[in-house]
């Protein structure tokens, strides 16, 4: 009956240890932004506007629209803000 004791112990340390380690976001699983659109806007946007508006998209998407709407929905959230970021500088041309 010892040993039954001991291995409830083992198994809840386990646990802890599981839960703990959920606490921080895992490296292999974090969220990337579709790279088409990225590279569309490095092409089409001006100098350090490129960079900047790829950040701003880049940080919303996995920090606030790939959790709340899942991958498929977020890509084309992601996809509708790099479109209308290119269309201010194609009306000004």
Not at 5 to 22: F, I, K, M, Y
Not at 28 to 49: D, I, K, N, V, W
């Amino acid at each position: 009956m010892g040993g039954h004791r001991a291995a409830r112990r083992v198994a809840g340390r386990q646990d802890e240890v599981n839960a703990s380690s959920t606490d921080r976001p895992d490296p292999r699983r974090a969220c990337t932004a579709p790279r088409l659109p990225g590279f569309f806007l490095a092409l089409l946007l001006p100098g350090e506007a490129a960079a900047t508006v790829t950040g701003d998209l880049n940080e919303e998407y996995a920090d606030y629209q790939r959790p709340k709407l899942g991958r498929w929905r977020a890509d084309l959230w992601y996809w509708w803000q790099a479109i209308g970021s290119l269309i201010p500088v194609w009306t000004r041309r």
